[in-house]
């Protein structure tokens, strides 16, 4: 892992096009701002990593019994809509 | 976020034919292969309805149950930067459907929705994306009240 230290307002290129600047530094928290094309994911590890978790367990849950049978017949074609909280 | 603008799937027709080969360039997510599924409308066996969609793998035996999000919420809406419509082949949000990956559980009120990681596909190109819509929970319950 490259490690650089950077100070209040100092950034890092990555690349041609990726910018990351130190915007505050308080407590234990660091704010980072990132400039890059949107052709790029730019994302929380931890939420990347609860996606990936959360595929792998969509794909292991068709493993067993087809359970979709009765759930299509609970739902009765549709579930109803509902309001997010 | 500008959901007027960059609203995906809103007016798409689920009625399009959906039964047919889709390729995912980038894969899904944590699965850089398969790229190429299979996505079709389930039916169970007794003819009965369905509101669920299978995306199945050409390579191998990985399976996804997906929903259209919108018979979950009407105001769903992940959005679909110009950079991603390009990927996608479609000149606007409206060409470009959205799926959401649910996650079978043992128990059936326990199963829920990942409208966090939507699959937006384009059934004209039959290309499609798994996009990252951090503002969407993870683990939305499919069912509204479950009845212990």
Redesign the interface.
Known sequence: MLVLTRRLGESITIGDDIVVTVLSVSGGQVRLGITAPQSVRVVREEILKGIQEENSAAAKGLGGALPLDALAKRLGGAPTERKRA | MHPEKHEAGKGSSLAEPTDAEFFFPEG????ATPRYFTLAP?S???G?????FLLQAKEDD????LIPPA??????TPSA????LA?LGAESPAQVTPFA?????DR?EE?TV?L??PLLVNPRSRLGF?I?A?Q?????P???SPQA
């Open positions: 899904l997510l944590g699965f389930y169970p066996p007794d009965s309805p369905s509101p669920f990985l399976c996804f149950p018979l979950l919420s009407s105001e769903y930067p110009p950079e991603l990927k990956i649910v996650t079978l559980r059936i199963i990942n966090q990681a798994q990252v951090e969407y929970p993870l683990r939305h499919l069912l509204a």
